[in-house]
């Protein structure tokens, strides 16, 4: 009966890397789409607005795990036959992250006081000028540390990415619980790799929050 | 006459500052006893220190039979004589001028709902607020609120009634409605002690004035006293408040 | 594009759909009770026990956090199994869930219970009310009410998440959608099916939890401002 050896933790070791990267492309490309949403949500334009909720209601109310389903049967059905794992997995995990950070992101420029707004207004600057160098500056700050705390949802929800054929950290574990079959080692040692990456993202967040807290107090 | 408070030269320290300096006074049944003096002369911590929310280092304090300086003090026991009224109020803010009222002759007496409700119809009428039973503690005034937290200590029959600073916070003209129900308990035969910045409302209502400085009691005497003090600390402090 | 969707071949299997909606209802209020009791107790423990407790219960809450749900579950099932108790997949999603959503209720909880002012304890403590009797009427009854919206969002997250527990096949909405479109071979219109079924259910579940809170907090429902 073969055991983990040096070799499986060196397996594991790129199936972390490829974690890292599948929440890399899920953090950036939620972060355009979910930006883009969330400027769409506070926009003048009521139709613009309520498309936008709706779709943040719709991924906030459906779970990851079938959003990766619809992806990786949906792109079957367009008639490629055979979706590069990563590309189901990195579209399904972008729309999931978009529509959380959509709304983190709204709340936080929605918290930047009315006046700022009419402050910039008065001063006679154009929508575009008063987002960019009142309001959004102002936001960034207030955002960070949610922003960090949910990409600790990201690294962990790629775990999901398993279900589309993607190989990364739970995955190479299925692969090699299939092989040597000791289920508790294996996935205590990938927890511990998840929370190697999780916790300092964890920490951070919180001393951020911190930081936040002191500076508004 | 039988002291139900007695406080004999109690010491206390924040840290490495000394509060309470050796501070001895008694208050008698049905008397009422003003305790004043400038911030930081200690006198807000002495009431506490009556009432076992501070512990003391030195000295011995008698409240109603109960010895609050010695540590296996039952404090349950204590605050069932005690009533005690904050200059913040501390109602409870999710339940109703009633429900705050209702809660510790529940869980202490175990009071049936029905009297409990009674009870606080009663008490309530009694500073003047029946008509506010179902209003929470942010739909009424600040007077309105310590009203309740006056009614809310007297609901648990208190053998004696400490007043920290009870109007402080609050508008002139919302300090009158809450001195007017104390006056009325003082009248009922409640002992009371209170610590208070209100010196006409001290002149009128106190038996007994305990005046203090550098956490120790400087001057004592009836009401009276504040007309004509003996020492010069009071007398500046009695000018400066006039 | 030349698929043609096809609804219709679904349509047999309404009584498996309807069943799967029910069992993950289920999977998720037996989770969301027994996690707000574990999560309260952590959160009583972590604010007011021993500096061991508080560093066992601190630990607890870091490890769920910062690892996947996923793998928690693979642990429970697989982990008890090595130790030569055999579990039903139910009772592991079950038992997983709990432990997950307990770690995220104690810290929703614990904020909320550090929001109490002390001057309440004190006012509390002076009225003769015990320890018991201070932590229930006027530390958690008010923190709950204050925390309760962030209590919801997370249940709501926990029943969407009870999803995963279909990879050890617990019986719920997911397995029953992983069954069915391995046997009708449409699998896009089975998880558009399913996916519109959860976007119900989180509706139903927040609806719930809003019903629950009107009855619960008396205050919020006749004044409508937050504790």
Not at chain 1, 81 to 110: D, H, K, M, Q
Not at chain 3, 198 to 217: D, T
């Amino acid at each position: 009966m073969p055991t983990f050896t040096i070799v499986h933790l060196e397996y594991l070791s790129w199936a972390a890397l490829w974690t890292i990267g599948l929440s890399a492309i899920a953090f950036l490309g939620g972060g355009l789409l979910g930006f883009a949403m969330a400027l769409a949500r506070i926009s003048p334009n009521r139709w613009v607005r309520n498309a936008a909720a709706v779709y943040i209601q719709i991924i906030q109310g459906t779970p990851l795990l079938i959003l990766l389903f619809l992806i990786y049967f949906g792109v079957a059905i367009l008639g490629f036959n055979r979706v590069p794992a990563i590309l189901a997995a990195g579209v399904g995990l972008t729309i999931y992250a978009s529509g959380f950070l959509a709304e983190i992101w709204r709340g936080c420029i929605e918290s930047v006081p009315k006046t700022q707004w009419e402050a910039a207004e008065c001063l006679a600057m154009t929508r575009w000028q008063r987002m960019t160098r009142v309001i959004l500056p102002q936001a960034v700050k207030i955002a960070t540390p949610s922003t960090v705390g949910f990409m600790v949802q990201i690294v962990k929800n790629t775990s999901l990415a398993s279900v589309v054929g993607f190989i990364e950290l739970s995955q190479a574990g299925k692969v090699i619980n299939n092989s040597i079959f000791e289920p508790f080692k294996i996935f205590v040692i990938v927890a511990i790799f998840y929370f190697a990456i999780c916790f300092p993202l964890s920490t951070w967040s919180r001393s951020l929050e911190r930081k936040l807290n002191v500076g508004r107090r | 006459m039988s002291a139900v408070v007695s406080l004999t030269n109690v010491h206390k320290r924040f840290g490495a500052v000394k509060v309470l300096n050796g501070v001895s006074f008694e208050v008698g049944r049905g008397e009422v006893a003003a305790v004043i003096g400038q911030s930081g002369s200690g006198k807000s911590t002495a009431l506490r220190c009556i009432n076992a929310l501070e512990r003391i280092e030195e000295g011995t304090i008698e409240v109603c039979g109960h010895a609050v300086h010695d540590p296996k003090l039952d404090r349950r026991a204590l605050r069932r004589d005690v009533g005690i009224v904050f200059q913040s109020y501390n109602l409870f803010p999710h339940l109703t001028a009633e429900q705050n009222i209702m809660l510790a002759p529940m869980c202490v007496k175990s009071l049936s709902k029905a009297d409990a409700r009674t009870l606080a119809q009663d008490v309530l009428a009694r500073v003047g607020l029946a008509e506010k039973a179902d209003h929470y503690p942010e739909q009424l005034s600040g007077g309105q609120q310590q009203r309740v937290a006056i009614a809310r200590s007297l609901a648990m029959q208190p053998k004696l009634m400490l007043f920290d600073e009870v109007t402080s916070a609050l508008d002139p003209q919302l300090t009158g409605e809450v001195l007017k129900v104390m006056e009325d308990l003082a009248r009922g035969g409640m002992t009371m002690i209170l610590v208070t910045h209100e010196m006409s409302f001290a002149r009128k209502v106190a038996t007994k004035v305990v005046y203090m400085h550098r956490g120790t009691v400087w001057e004592t005497g009836p009401g009276a006293m504040l007309d004509d003090p003996q020492t010069p600390e009071l007398r500046k402090f009695v000018g400066g408040e006039m | 594009m030349s698929y043609r969707f096809d609804f219709l071949a679904l349509l047999p299997y309404w009584r498996e759909f309807a069943l799967g909606v029910w069992l993950t209802l289920q999977l998720s209020a037996v989770a969301t009770v027994l996690g707000f009791a574990l999560g309260t107790l952590c959160a009583i423990g972590r604010a007011d026990g021993s500096p061991w407790v508080r560093a066992v219960i601190a630990t607890y809450v870091e490890v769920i956090r910062n690892t996947p749900l996923l793998v928690q579950i693979f642990l429970v099932y697989f982990g008890i199994a090595t130790l030569g108790i055999h579990l039903s997949a139910n009772f592991a999603a079950v038992a997983a869930l709990v432990v997950n959503v307990g770690a995220y209720t104690c810290e929703i909880v614990r904020a909320g219970i550090e929001s109490i002012h002390k001057a309440q304890l004190e006012a509390a403590e002076c009225l003769g009310l015990s320890r018991v009797q201070t932590y229930w009427h006027v530390i958690l009854r008010p923190a709950i009410e204050r925390v309760y919206p962030a209590l919801t969002s997370q249940y709501v997250l926990l029943m969407l998440a009870s999803s995963i527990t279909s990879q050890i096949s617990a019986e719920e909405l997911t397995a029953v959608a992983n069954r069915i479109q391995s046997d009708t071979f449409r699998s896009f219109e089975t998880y558009i099916v399913v996916g519109v079924l959860y976007l119900a259910l989180s509706m139903v579940v927040r609806l719930g939890f809003m019903g629950f809170g009107l009855v619960a907090f008396v205050r919020r429902r006749k004044l409508g401002t937050p504790l």
